[in-house]
């Protein structure tokens, strides 16, 4: 049973940094299509960045160059590094992996950017 667990998140300042985790058990991220999606208040859940297999990134238009997916294949887990926050970026966080055709999401984790 693949699970993913979010941690990460919090209270930050606008301009400053936060680190989110994703890991997977039950699995691996190394062959599988991995993606970071945010919902803010009153707002539809919104692609933020996605990696595949092969290691290529892609971004939503909103990032720019301020956020950066990776992948820890030792440990199973995936990152989103966020910096320069903006009181926009406040949202529920979460990860997302597709693994044999199935979509499976983390349990979220709140992003709060104070201004």
């Known amino acids: 049973q693949v699970q993913l667990i979010q941690s990460g998140g919090g209270l930050v300042q606008a301009g400053g940094s936060l680190r989110l985790s994703c890991e997977m058990s039950g699995g691996t991220f190394n062959r599988h299509t991995t993606a970071w999606f945010r919902q803010a208040p009153g707002k539809e859940r919104e692609f933020v960045a996605v990696t595949n297999r092969y290691r290529q990134e892609s971004y939503a238009d909103f990032v720019q160059g301020r956020f950066t997916i990776s992948r820890d294949s030792t440990k199973s887990t995936v990152y989103l590094q966020m910096n320069s926050l903006k009181s926009e970026d406040t949202a529920v966080y979460y990860c997302?992996?597709?693994?044999?055709?199935?979509?499976?999401w983390g349990q979220g984790t709140q992003v709060t950017v104070s201004s």
């Open positions: 997302y992996a597709e693994v044999a055709y199935v979509g499976y």
